[in-house]
């Protein structure tokens, strides 16, 4: 047995569809292959004909007989109506027939003879009389009493607003100090803090001098006791008038 | 390719603003009935042809100005209409919420509602086939069929290839004559 009738053989047993002669998934219509030459042939006429007619005759002599003229119907007298229908541009709208009556109707009253008369009345005051001549002082007063109103709200204004954010140190000391604050930087308060930190520091220094204790080897202790008694009083007043 | 005589002076008097609007209605003239069949059998109702072709001559009075020559007329007037076709058969569809490729289930309502529509004749049959094509096959088929127009001059309507066109004619011609013979 050849490898071909072997591998025929095993397909058979597995119903494979690649077993000749099965049908296979895809359906070819019937007479396709028959048919197909002609077919072709067909075409390829038809790419050389010479125009339409001669193309449709090699491609469907059916269709070739069948009429032209589509079957809808036209309403009678359409193509004849066609072109007056047509819209030429942008046109203005129809206006109705009642304002188009009235477009052209006078409304106004005007004098018997004016506009015949017109042009010689303009050229003889053109002629006669000198241009008349506007003075730069005749203007309305009402401009001017608006402006000075203008101008004296927003004087006003300024002067009371300056007044509010201006402070007397003397009447109000703490809103003076609390606005002039605002002006120093964190950095010179801190600055100003340690320099007074320094100077307390050399007082603490000084009070351990030796030139105290001579000064005062002379004085009893009685006397610095009454001493002390007295400026205890003293300094709790100056202290109320220091914190007050 | 040169302008016929006739579509030459009738360019010239619409660009002359005196004779513009007699050059309009003479080209009306001369172009509506081709143009109003070819939308005719694209739309297939009378109304709806009609607003085409309206649309159609005002995008021609308001374009012939800079029309530049390269083609012939008429293709430049086929031109406005496929497209002109093709916009309101888009706008039915968003309207009517089918698809390009299922409209010719409404068309094929409007043929048959037709009061002279008789399933028997053999014309019928062929506007009956004709809407079971594809859209721009269908307007391929027509213009060849109906209008015999060379495929030099459909290439520059549809901008598609002549090779692409042709083959497209045939297929169409090949299902329409099944269709007829099937039914």
Redesign the interface.
Known sequence: MSERTNILQELKELQSSLTPGLVPGYQVPESFFENFPA?MLG?VK??EAA???E??ET??P??SS??????????GG??QE????????EAPEKLPAMLAGLKDKPTFAVPAGYFENLPEQILAKANGQKAPVVSITKRSWFRYAAAAVVIAFVAIFGIVYQNQNSVDPETRSYAWVEKNMKKVSTDEINRFVELASQESNDLARIEGNDDISNLLKDVSDKEIQDFLNETLIGENEEDDLLWN | MSLTTTDTELLVQFRDPVTKEKAYTSLIRKYQEKLYWHIRRMVVDHDDANDVLQNVFIRVWKGLENFREDSQLYTWLYRIATNECLTFLEQQKKRTSVSLDEEEGGLTHKIKADENFDANKLEWKLQLAIQQLPEKQRIVFQLRYYDEMPYEEMSKVLETSEGALKASYHHAVKKIEDYILNH
Do not use: C, H, Q, T
């Open positions: 077919l075409r038809a790419l125009d339409a007619r193309e449709i491609l469907s059916l269709l069948i009429s032209r003229k589509a079957p809808y119907s036209v309403p359409y193509f066609l072109g007056s229908r047509m819209p030429k541009d």
